[in-house]
């Protein structure tokens, strides 16, 4: 029932942010993957019908 900061417990802290952290990184990796997949999809089949004309 001691709710003194000790250093396990800071520390427990801290990487929890970093995993929280990481988590949103590898987050915005996967949406700007996704983004430039979608993006890259979009100029090959302009490419492809502008070719046509």
């Not at 250093?7 to 590898?26: E, I, L």
């Not at 949406?31 to 089949?45: D, F, N, Q, R, T």
């Amino acid at each position: 029932m001691n709710n003194a900061p000790t250093g396990m417990g800071m520390g427990g802290q801290m990487m929890d942010a970093m995993g929280g952290m990481m988590m949103w990184g590898m987050g915005l990796v996967w949406l700007l993957v996704i983004v430039l997949l979608v993006l890259g999809v979009a100029a090959l089949i302009k490419y492809l019908f502008r070719g046509e004309r």
